[in-house]
Every structure is written in structure tokens, then in C-alpha cells.
């Protein structure tokens, strides 16, 4: 009996994750012709979308890009109702673009996947859920996002709290969070500590915000949307799209400076700033934004935007971030958060200046204050980007785990396959354009890639592709290429490079080359019968040494 009558196949697909990517995956191996099954943890479709609903939840890049684009229908029959959509709306979006697909019938929901295991003899995955259910599948989309891991809260006495703890990353689903006339201690002050800070602020009797590091913020796209932006998206979605995998980041910018830095004097550099400013384009002030000196002024100025807002001296300068660059961290957009910090019950704890102690049962001490509270809210951020991927226990080519292949940090080619993993692909993950593009652009690129690699394989005999291990250290030093162009990428402490966890490798991952240059490098490996991969007929024949 051969290896293959020994293992019954369940799906040709199995897709891990229902968010942006998940459900676009889901769609597209479907309408291909594959089987399909899809997992999701959650009890619904959404992703990021579905476990971050705190309040003040809103997504920074406008809906004229951050939406799907491959079906006409859901481009003319779904009204946003906001240039930067919040999380609702979102949510709501994506339940309607998974109805229209029909896709939720080939998602099972509650069902968290935990392992993968690639079956060397069969050349075929064994996905094993959380209650030990298996399936075996020839191809396996890992949808399973770049920031879905929450960091757990590294700060003694974390558990002993015995007020509300609340965590942006999960906020309660079953019940509403009613915050208001009670004493609100939030830690952390990044994109989802910014948003949910003045919320919270709205109702609180108190908020004690417990800053480590300050951000840049400037002020939200948000708005209402115009109705002829809408309608000549509408025309021709399928040209939206490819203009969008034409661009830098995959998004339709808001404009960008006339002039480069260096043909500016002074005062002309200043007018282009203001211009930039009140245009809402700060970060693309001029021609050439990414250089260090372009982006040093463009830093500046912010910081002085961001300090004339905050009317207390010392809180003004605790809250601008002066130890590192634009973009060295994710910048946050609001145009509430600074000034929330006027209100005489919003008060800024320095981190830095005092650190917090422990929490006790009744509150937050740090080195100087005993902070009685009622409610803590953890805005701590993610293991993000590997730690989805390091949340399951998948298995590759003669038994090596992925752990073990990233542990120096993320390896792999383009962004979606990694040596030694045949067949399984990993959307929205390390070294693509990632978080610093539009994850909905990228999602459907990247599957678009994906399922147009398994159609490539079901014509070459329904072989397994892996890329090879030279491809793997070419795309790594090329990321790192990038990384050393753009201001404070490797210098700054922040979750792009890992240094928000103790002990994680520090590794940019992400590719910076540009969505378009990106997109063109897909491309090509499918139009020249991908040659920075290896292709293996089963059984399986070689492992490059790594
Ligand atoms: P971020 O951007 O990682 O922010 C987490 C924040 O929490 C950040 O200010 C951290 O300070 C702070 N933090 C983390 N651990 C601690 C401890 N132990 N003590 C004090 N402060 C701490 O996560 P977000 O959820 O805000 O945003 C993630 C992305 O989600 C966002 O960019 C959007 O793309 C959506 P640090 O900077 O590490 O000093």
C-alpha cells in the first residue's frame, strides 16, 4: 500500500485564522478549485478586528485603501462611514464581506489550531486543534496575523490585582465595560493606549496613565468620507487594486511634499512642514522623507505640534519622545490623546522617572506613590509578528520545528515560505512589507501569491515547494538592506526589531524595499517557474543544510 493510500486527505486547504487574510484565503482557494477548511479561534470572522474592541479602537490608514478590493459587489454595496473606520465598523464590514463570499460555512469557529506537522513520507500536513482533533491537508494557509499574540503583563504583581482588569487585546465580548465615575490606572501608550486613554477619560473618575515610552502622535485622517473619492473607487475596483500593489506602502497617500529637504532653505523647509501638517502628509513633508536629515526635521517639528497642545510644562515634555526618530516606533494617531492630559482627573506618570514597584491588590506602586484604583487596563502591546507563529507547534522536513529554525529570529523568502517547511504558507508575517504597508492590500496580495503558487504546484505534479536555503539568506540580508535606510529602525527599542520582549532575538522584520518592488519580486518567481525554490516530489528527497 503506498503512503498515500495510508493517509486520507480531508481538504486540499486548510486555512488557519479568519481575519483580513483568512477570509480572503478561504474565497480565493474555494473560487480555485481547492477543498477548503478554515479554523478560527474566535466565534466569529474578524481577526484583530474581533479581540480588539476597546473602546476608542480605529484603524489609522483610510478606507479608501484598508478594504478589500477583488469583489466589485463589496467595493459599490459597503458605505463606510468614516474615512478611518473604528473597530465596529470594521467588524461589521468583514461579517459582510465573509457573508457575500459564502465563506463561513467552510470555517469551523471556536476551534483554536495548535500544531502543524508536516508528514515527510506523504508530503502532506497534519493539523492537530486544540482538542486534539486532526486534519490532513496538502497545502496550509497560517492567516494568523502579525500582532494576535498578546504580551502578558510583565510587572510583579500583576495577578494580585483584585479590581477590573481589562486587556485592549481581549476586551470583554460578553458584557458592556462600564468604566464610568471609577479610578482607571492604564499601562502602556502606544497605538492602543492612545485610543482607549481618552475614551476612558470620558467617563472615569480618575486615569493614571502609566507611560514607559513616549510616541509620536499627530493627528487622525479620520473624517467623513468624500463621496467622490468613494465613486471613483467604485468605477473600477480591479484598477484600484493594481494601482494599489503599485505604490510604496499599498495605500493611497494624502499628498506629499512638493520639494526635496535638500533643495530647501530653512524657511522654505518650515512652509513645507506647515503645508504637510495641515494637509495631513507630516510624514511625506518632502520628496525625500526617508532621509535622516528630512526625517529629523520632520521629527522636530511634530514634537513641537505635540508639546503646544499639552498645557503643563512638565507633562508636555514627558510626552513628547525625544529618544528616537519618526517611524523608529508606530507612530499613533489621535486627535484627542494629548489633550485629554488638560483635564484636571488625566494625570501622566513617567515610567522612567518612577517605575512602577509592584502591583498590589488595591492598586499601582511605583518608587515615589502608592495609586489606589478600581480598574486596570493593559495596553502592553504584542509578541508580535512571530509570536502567532511560535503559539503553534509546527513541524517541517525531518522533524525541525520552526522554533528551531527562527530561533536567531524570522527566516524565510519573500515573506511567505521558509526553508525546510514545504506547502505551508504564512500570510501578513515576518519580513514582508507587513505592518509598515496596508495589511488589507498586502493580505489579498499575498494570498493572491499564495493560491496562484499551489495552482503553479497542482500543474507540476502536485509537488511541494519550499524556497531554497540560499533565497532565505538573500531575502534576510536584504531586509536588513532596508533596515539600515530607514531612520531608526535599528536603533530604537520597538516591537518591529523584538526589543519589546525580554530575551527575543533583535531582528528587523519587516521588508521596507516598497509594496511595489515587493509585489514585482512575487511576480516574477511565478512567471519564471520559481527559481529561488526547491521543488520536491514525494518522498521527500533533500534538506538543504541550514
Ligand atoms: P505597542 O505599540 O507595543 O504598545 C505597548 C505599550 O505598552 C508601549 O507603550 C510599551 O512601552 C508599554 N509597555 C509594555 N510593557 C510594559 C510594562 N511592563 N510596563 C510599562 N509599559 C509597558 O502595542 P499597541 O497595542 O499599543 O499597538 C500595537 C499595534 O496594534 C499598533 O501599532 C497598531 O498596528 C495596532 P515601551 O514602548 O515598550 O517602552
Not at 499574540?149 to 494580585?160: H, N, Q, V
Not at 533643495?263 to 495641515?278: I, K, N, Y
Not at 503559539?391 to 525546510?420: C, F
Not at 505551508?424 to 493580505?443: D, E, K, R
Request: hydrophobic share 40%.
Amino acid at each position: 500500500m503506498s503512503a498515500l493510500e495510508k493517509t486520507q486527505v480531508d481538504y486540499d486547504v486548510i486555512v488557519v485564522g479568519a481575519g483580513f487574510a483568512g477570509i480572503y484565503a478561504v474565497w480565493k482557494a474555494k473560487q480555485s478549485g481547492f477543498t477548503v477548511r478554515g479554523f478560527e479561534a474566535a466565534p466569529e470572522v474578524g481577526g484583530t478586528w474581533y479581540w480588539n474592541s476597546y473602546p476608542g479602537a480605529r484603524c489609522d490608514v483610510s478606507t479608501y485603501s484598508y478594504a478589500y478590493f477583488f469583489d466589485p459587489e463589496i467595493v459599490r454595496e459597503w458605505d463606510w462611514s468614516n474615512v478611518c473606520a473604528d473597530q465596529t465598523e470594521i467588524l461589521r464590514y468583514l461579517r459582510f464581506a465573509a457573508d457575500k463570499c459564502k465563506v463561513n460555512e467552510s470555517i469551523t469557529f471556536n476551534t483554536k489550531v495548535r500544531a502543524a506537522k508536516y508528514l515527510e513520507s506523504e508530503g502532506l500536513w497534519r493539523v492537530t486543534t486544540s482538542s486534539g482533533q486532526e486534519y490532513v491537508s496538502r497545502y496550509v494557509i497560517m492567516a494568523i496575523g502579525a500582532l494576535s499574540t498578546p504580551k502578558t503583563p510583565d510587572i510583579p504583581g500583576a495577578t494580585d490585582f483584585a479590581g477590573l482588569k481589562l486587556f485592549t487585546s481581549d476586551w470583554p465580548k460578553d458584557r458592556k465595560v462600564d468604566l464610568a465615575g471609577l479610578r482607571v490606572g492604564v499601562i502602556g501608550t502606544g497605538s492602543s493606549g492612545v485610543q482607549v486613554i481618552p475614551e476612558v477619560a470620558k467617563v472615569a473618575k480618575t486615569v493614571h496613565v502609566f507611560q514607559r515610552t513616549a510616541n509620536f502622535v499627530i493627528p487622525s485622517e479620520a473624517g467623513p468620507v468624500n463621496p467622490e473619492q468613494v465613486s471613483s473607487l467604485r468605477a473600477e475596483p480591479s484598477q484600484v487594486r493594481k494601482d494599489l500593489r503599485a505604490t510604496f506602502g499599498g495605500n493611497q497617500v494624502f499628498g506629499i511634499g512638493e520639494h526635496r529637504f535638500s533643495e530647501l532653505d530653512e524657511r522654505g523647509r518650515q512652509d513645507a512642514l506647515q503645508r504637510a501638517w495641515e494637509g495631513k502628509y507630516i510624514a511625506l513633508a518632502f520628496r525625500d522623507a526617508h532621509l535622516v536629515e528630512a526625517n529629523a526635521a520632520i521629527s522636530e517639528f511634530i514634537r513641537q505640534k505635540m508639546a503646544s497642545v499639552v498645557t503643563d510644562p512638565w507633562t508636555a515634555k514627558q510626552l513628547v519622545p525625544w529618544d528616537h526618530p519618526y517611524g523608529g516606533k508606530r507612530p499613533c494617531r489621535s486627535d484627542q490623546y494629548l489633550q485629554a492630559f488638560n483635564s484636571p482627573h488625566v494625570r501622566l506618570l513617567s515610567l522612567k522617572e518612577t517605575p512602577i514597584v509592584k502591583i498590589e491588590t488595591d492598586g499601582i506602586q511605583t518608587s515615589t506613590e502608592k495609586f489606589e484604583l478600581d480598574a486596570i487596563i493593559y495596553a502592553t502591546g504584542f509578541d508580535a509578528i512571530t509570536g502567532a507563529v511560535f503559539a503553534l507547534d509546527i513541524e517541517g522536513l525531518q522533524g525541525k520545528k520552526i522554533r528551531e529554525s527562527w530561533k536567531d529570529g524570522p527566516v524565510n523568502y519573500l515573506g511567505t515560505m521558509v526553508h525546510g517547511f514545504p506547502n505551508i504558507f504564512f500570510p501578513s508575517s515576518a519580513m514582508s512589507p507587513s505592518v509598515l504597508s496596508n495589511m488589507a492590500t498586502l493580505a489579498e496580495q499575498q494570498i493572491d501569491f499564495i493560491v496562484d503558487s499551489m495552482l503553479w504546484l497542482e500543474e507540476h505534479d502536485h509537488g511541494k515547494l519550499h524556497p531554497k536555503a540560499e533565497a532565505q539568506e538573500f531575502w534576510q540580508k536584504e531586509v536588513l538592506r532596508y533596515a539600515h535606510r530607514r531612520p531608526g529602525a535599528l536603533t530604537t527599542n520597538s516591537w518591529y526589531n523584538g526589543a519589546n520582549l525580554p530575551n527575543k532575538p533583535r531582528v528587523f522584520m519587516i521588508y521596507c524595499g516598497g509594496f511595489n518592488k515587493y509585489h514585482e519580486l512575487c511576480l516574477s518567481e511565478l512567471r519564471n517557474d520559481f527559481p529561488n525554490y526547491e521543488l520536491l516530489q514525494t518522498p521527500e528527497l533533500s534538506l538543504s543544510a541550514d
